[in-house]
Structure formats: structure tokens, C-alpha cells
């Protein structure tokens, strides 16, 4: 993957972080998972890193992200993802021009398919076990 991170700069991906859970925390539908976040500038200091590691940065923080679990835990569905990915598409495209937010864009959606995935393996486990 090309390492994007360096062509959008730290800085700039604080900022998509930053506008993006500002409006998380309005949103109709997605502001009550994200009412377990207790302390903001911390949770949007690890996703700034989360994000730039993902894109290619280097890791500037000692920290073990568990995705899958912390999304489980705060009650992530497939609809839910849809709302996300639309919201952070719209935000990713106020901040970044297309060159940059398409594969920004393209990496959060193979990391909600994988999510989606996981939701799925968990609910046929749960039929499996209620049967």
C-alpha cells in the first residue's frame, strides 16, 4: 500500500479526526455508541495515531489497538457502519482533496468489511448457540 500518511501530513489527519467525531456527536444515529467515550481529546489522540498508522505513518504511540472488540463492545451493526462510512466520506471530502481521501476512504471501507464480517461470525454463533 502506498503510504499516504506522509502526503496528507499528521496534522491534517488530526483535523479529519477531530471534525469527524465533532460530528459524530450530533449524529442522529451514531452519536449514542460513542456515549461510552469518556474522555475525547485522549480517544481522538489514539484514533489520529490509529489512522496514521494505518496509512502508512510510523507509530508515534505505545498502544495495541483491538478494533473488532472495542467496536463489539460498543454495540456495532452493519446499518451503523453505513451511517459511519457516509458521515466520514462527507467529513474526509470537506477536508482532503480526491487524490488523498479516496484511499483514505478505501482503507476504511476493507477495515468496516472486516468488521462486518466479524459481526456476522458473531450472530450465526450466537444462532448456533440458542439452537
Request: net charge negative; charged share 20%.
Amino acid at each position: 500500500m502506498q503510504d499516504i500518511a506522509q502526503l496528507i501530513g499528521k496534522e491534517q489527519v488530526a483535523k479529519v479526526v477531530s471534525q469527524f467525531y465533532q460530528a459524530i456527536r450530533q449524529h442522529e444515529t451514531l452519536k449514542e455508541p460513542f456515549l461510552i467515550v469518556a474522555d475525547w481529546p485522549h480517544h481522538e489522540e489514539i484514533l489520529t495515531h490509529f489512522w496514521w498508522v494505518t496509512l502508512g505513518g510510523e507509530r508515534y504511540l505505545d498502544y495495541t489497538y483491538q478494533v473488532a472488540p472495542k467496536h463489539m463492545q460498543a454495540g456495532f451493526t452493519p446499518a451503523l457502519l453505513v451511517d459511519w462510512l457516509a458521515l466520514f466520506e462527507q467529513t474526509i471530502s470537506q477536508c482532503l482533496p480526491a487524490d488523498l481521501a479516496t484511499p483514505w476512504l478505501e482503507r476504511a471501507h476493507r477495515i468496516g468489511k472486516s468488521l462486518v464480517l466479524l459481526h456476522q461470525f458473531h450472530a450465526d454463533n450466537q444462532v448456533a448457540i440458542d439452537s
